[in-house]
């Protein structure tokens, strides 16, 4: 039973650029979470998608956008990247869009901007 | 404005005896809670959850007691063992609210288990 792997594990951009990361979700699941984790800090939530759709967004600018394909898996993009953007992506799966079902983990990209 | 608040970074306990982690929230829509534990560069597992509904959960060594009138809880270990040390963070949501789930977290508490 996989569970939710994302890619790369480590990355390093400089000021300006592009990134893209990605996410598939556990199997069975068909929603999917971003969170940002600072050093330091808990996992601060980005966006969440269900069924191809942006569901819910937390407090991130509109550089950070995001798309779910059909088969669930998910891409999270940030433009003109910032030094500030430098932190821990986590992408998390769970099933269904509102629902007592914990959200499973996988174990993130480290992005560090120079 | 943090709505959940994890006021202990680091807590030592010794091997066998009870660890006793505690959270607090401000948010009273908040009405589903959540414990996961990291270690370092892996993602965080579930540990435990909890309904608003009721006020302690149990799973093996892991509890769970909410006390909803004072936006409190807290995650008992008994015994605590090596393997536990790691960071736990608790997360809550709203499930009646409506909407998606995206989860607030707490900043974590390092628990340290001494041999």
């Given at each position: 039973?996989?569970?939710?792997?994302?890619?790369?594990?480590?990355?390093?951009?400089?000021?300006?650029?592009?990134?893209?990361?990605?996410?598939s979700?556990?199997?069975?699941?068909?929603?999917?979470?971003?969170?940002?984790?600072?050093?330091?800090?808990?996992?601060?939530?980005?966006?969440?998608?269900?069924?191809?759709?942006?569901?819910?967004?937390g407090?991130?600018?509109?550089r950070?956008?995001?798309?779910?394909?059909?088969?669930?898996?998910?891409?999270?993009?940030?433009?003109?990247?910032?030094?500030?953007?430098?932190?821990?992506?986590?992408?998390?799966?769970?099933?269904?869009?509102?629902?007592?079902?914990?959200?499973?983990?996988?174990?993130?990209?480290?992005?560090?901007?120079? | 404005?943090?709505?959940?608040?994890?006021?202990?970074?680091?807590?030592?306990?010794?091997?066998?005896?009870?660890?006793?982690?505690?959270?607090?929230?401000?948010n009273?829509?908040?009405?589903?809670?959540?414990?996961?534990?990291?270690?370092p560069?892996?993602?965080?597992?579930?540990?435990?959850?909890?309904?608003s509904?009721?006020?302690?959960?149990?799973?093996?060594?892991?509890?769970?007691?909410?006390?909803?009138?004072?936006?409190?809880?807290?995650l008992?270990?008994?015994?605590?063992?090596?393997?536990?040390?790691?960071?736990?963070?608790?997360?809550?949501?709203?499930?009646?609210?409506?909407?998606?789930?995206?989860?607030?977290?707490?900043?974590?508490?390092?628990?340290?288990?001494?041999?």
């Open positions: 039973d996989a569970g939710v792997t994302q890619s790369p594990t480590h990355l390093i951009k400089t000021r300006g650029q592009q990134v893209t990361l990605r996410c979700p556990k199997s069975g699941h068909d929603t999917v979470s971003w969170y940002q984790q600072a050093l330091g800090q808990g996992p601060q939530f980005i966006f969440q998608y269900y069924e191809e759709e942006e569901r819910q967004r407090n991130f600018p509109d950070f956008s995001g798309h779910q394909f059909p088969n669930y898996s998910s891409e999270l993009n940030v433009n003109a990247l910032l030094l500030g953007d430098s932190a821990l992506y986590l992408c998390a799966s769970s099933l269904g869009g509102q629902s007592n079902q914990p959200q499973h983990f996988g174990d993130g990209t480290r992005l560090s901007i120079l | 404005d943090q709505q959940v608040k994890q006021n202990s970074p680091s807590l030592s306990v010794q091997e066998g005896r009870i660890s006793i982690l505690n959270c607090d929230y401000t009273s829509m908040f009405d589903y809670f959540l414990w996961y534990k990291k270690y560069a892996e993602g965080p597992t579930f540990l435990i959850s909890i309904s509904i009721k006020d302690k959960n149990e799973d093996g060594r892991f509890t769970v007691f909410l006390n909803k009138s004072a936006k409190h809880l807290s008992h270990i008994v015994p605590s063992q090596p393997g536990d040390s790691a960071v736990y963070f608790c997360a809550a949501k709203s499930i009646s609210g409506g909407g998606a789930d995206g989860l607030t977290f707490g900043k974590g508490t390092h628990l340290i288990i001494q041999p």
